[in-house]
């Protein structure tokens, strides 16, 4: 059973920088290298909404608005990923989930907190 461990949230203001990381635990050190892994969140009212993800040989993917702002990484051997937010925005304010996508099948994290205010 693949679990998905998110933390790192918390209070920023504009234009700071946080690091959310996303731990794996249930998946063979082969596999998770196998494993696309990405960051969705979720506003007050609204619905969730892709992030950024990272598939097996390392390509990467992000929305548009935080493109040049926010990067993922993945460590294979500590099977965590991480996603380094700069530059934040009030309208980042959400909650941030870690998914995993492996052999058809779609993991979630329970989520972390990330909330830009002055």
């Known amino acids: 059973q693949v679990q998905l461990v998110e933390s790192g949230g918390g209070l920023v203001q504009p234009g700071g920088s946080l690091r959310l990381s996303c731990v794996v635990s249930?998946?063979?050190?082969?596999?998770?290298?196998?494993?696309?892994m990405g960051w969705y969140r979720q506003a007050p009212g609204k619905q969730r909404e892709f992030v950024a993800n990272?598939?097996?040989?390392?390509?990467?993917n992000y929305k548009d608005s935080v493109k040049g702002r926010f990067a993922i990484a993945r460590d294979n051997a500590k099977k965590t990923i991480y996603l380094q937010m700069n530059n934040v925005k009030p309208e980042d304010s959400a909650l941030y989930f870690c998914?995993?996508?492996?052999?058809?099948?779609?993991?979630w994290g329970q989520g972390t907190q990330v909330t830009v205010s002055p």
């Open positions: 990272i598939i097996e040989r390392g390509a990467t």
């Open positions: 249930g998946a063979s050190g082969s596999d998770f290298s196998a494993y696309t």
């Open positions: 998914n995993s996508f492996y052999r058809y099948k779609d993991t």
